[in-house]
């Protein structure tokens, strides 16, 4: 350990350090040690460090992109979420989103919304989420549902509504809590009707967006679900109704 912190710092060695000295619990807390130990893997690890902390891709990224490695990719999606260029960031994160591995689309979805509010490229990257959502699986359609809230295109918001109707609760709820994130109020009274549905997972997201989005209009329709027989559901009800100031749900 001494002769570790005798050496002197080296910004691409403090990211690779931060990949296995992640907090218990987070995403990245060991996923990369096993490639670390690696001199051949490690070697790609600097390499896309050095990506990271410049903000800037080299023509090693597409290399990178094809690694037989799972987490070389995931890693890569990562990657790409943080560069400074919005025009190969969203041609390589396609790529990444029609890879084999569900782990690997998950992060290039995530990626792909945290990049998606440029103008340049928003309409590419809202045709990339229309094609998962129309041909991937439930997990890669949640994620995907997930990534165009974090884009607060207002173009996302034809997108994910269609979601509140889905069969699948799991849907319907992320549909909801997208449109949270997208933070576009005039979308808010497609979620409302959802206040009554069968799943309490899918009310409590609802009531949420319903705060969150700011929509007093039938604040008091809420009231009804603080005595919900879910713990979660009135506590979410009782979240929105005082960020919406709903007066009359105050009992004396």
């Not at 600097?46 to 990719?73: F, Q």
């Not at 309409?123 to 549902?145: H, N, Y």
């Not at 997201?205 to 009135?234: F, M, Q, W």
Request: aromatic share 6%; charged share 30%; proline share 6%.
């Amino acid at each position: 350990m001494k002769r570790f912190l005798s050496l002197p710092f080296c910004p691409v060695l403090a990211v690779l350090a931060g990949l296995i000295f992640t907090p218990p619990g987070a995403e990245g807390s060991s996923r990369y040690v096993s490639l670390l130990r690696d001199p051949q893997q490690r070697v790609k690890l600097e390499t896309l460090a050095r990506m990271e902390r410049e903000g800037r891709l080299d023509p090693e990224i597409k290399k990178l992109l094809l690694d037989p490695e799972k987490l070389i990719r995931i890693r890569c999606a990562e990657v790409l979420g943080r560069a400074d260029d919005p025009i190969g960031t969203v041609f390589y994160l396609s790529q990444l989103c029609r890879d084999k591995e569900p782990e690997v689309v998950e992060s290039a979805l995530y990626s792909l919304g945290l990049c998606g509010w440029r103008k340049d490229t928003s309409e590419e990257v809202l045709e990339i989420f229309q094609g998962c959502l129309r041909d991937s699986p439930l997990r890669i359609k949640t994620r995907a549902i997930e990534a165009l809230g974090k884009t607060r295109l207002p173009a996302a918001g034809p997108l994910i509504i269609p979601y509140l109707k889905n069969f699948h609760a799991s849907l319907r709820s992320e549909a909801a809590l997208a449109l949270a994130a997208l933070g576009d109020s005039t979308k808010a009274e497609y979620c409302f009707n959802s206040i009554h549905d069968p799943d309490p997972g899918v009310i409590s997201s609802t009531v949420y967006a319903l705060g969150k989005l700011g929509y007093k209009k039938k604040s008091d329709r809420l009231i009804p679900l603080l005595d919900h027989e879910n713990s979660t559901v009135v506590l979410r009800s009782a979240e929105a109704l005082g960020r919406l100031e709903a007066k009359n749900a105050v009992k004396e």
